[in-house]
């Protein structure tokens, strides 16, 4: 359950903004009605094609509003559907989360081995490396909410994340590394820091991963539910 249903809120709406860019990146049309957003157009890998709203939102309205898709994913933003008698299953459950935020101890310097992708060439590695190709467009390297990030070793980019500025927080997503290395969680939250100092930083996450931002001091906002139907992506 939430500790702050506002801060929930702020959490889910980072992530409606994010969704939001991501889709007008590639000219998709989004409707929000009745408390659900959906996608008018084709699904992005990896994305959702309706995320819900409002914690009282019907089963039954839900399935009805993506009853066209036989394949496609619905994020169940706050954990509340049960949409298994429509074709769903279940396909993970996590937790939203929140950190308070706070000032950069680097200046305007990104921590150690972080950098800004900013050339078409390393968004194409970044993207091959995580499995996101045909999600982020090149229009992300100049986009004024959009920041990518990735890790370096010398020249081998290791781990990576997105920033979406959402206004009063930062949601912090596609958090990755390549295998036998650390995603360093440590690193992707200092460099919010750094280019976001003292705007809370919202993620959802899972597993060993959820355990790790939470020794950072992210705060569990509530549950957070991807249902699948007939083999696609969320």
Not at 9 to 29: F, N, P, Q, T, V
Not at 126 to 139: K, M, P, Q, R
Not at 173 to 179: G, Q
Request: charged share 20%; hydrophobic share 40%.
């Amino acid at each position: 359950m939430a500790t702050d249903r506002s801060h929930l809120d702020e959490a889910i709406g980072a992530s409606l903004a994010w969704y939001d860019d991501i889709h007008a990146m590639h000219g998709i049309r989004t409707v929000v009605r009745d408390g659900l957003w959906r996608s008018t157009g084709p699904a992005l890998p990896w994305h959702s094609i309706a995320k819900t709203l409002h914690p009282d939102l019907r089963d039954d309205a839900v399935a009805s509003a993506v009853a066209d898709r036989t394949d496609c994913s619905v994020a169940d933003t706050y954990g509340t559907l049960d949409l298994s008698p429509y074709g769903f299953t279940l396909l993970f459950e996590a937790q939203w989360l929140r950190h308070p935020g706070g000032p950069s101890t680097r200046g305007p310097h990104l921590p150690e081995q972080w950098s800004v992708i900013d050339s078409a060439d390393r968004l194409a590695t970044w993207s091959a490396i995580h499995d996101y190709a045909g999600v982020l467009t090149e229009e992300a390297l100049s986009h004024p909410r959009l920041t990518v990030l990735a890790r370096y070793q010398g020249m081998d980019m290791l781990a990576g994340a997105v920033l979406n500025d959402a206004g009063p927080t930062v949601g912090l997503s596609n958090l990755w590394s390549l295998d036998g290395h650390s995603s360093d969680v440590d690193g992707a939250l200092a460099a919010a820091h750094t280019m976001y100092p003292g705007h809370p930083v919202t993620a959802y996450a899972q597993g060993d991963e959820l355990a790790r931002l939470t020794q950072l001091g992210f705060v569990p906002l509530g549950p957070h539910r991807v249902w699948l139907r007939s083999g696609s992506t969320p």
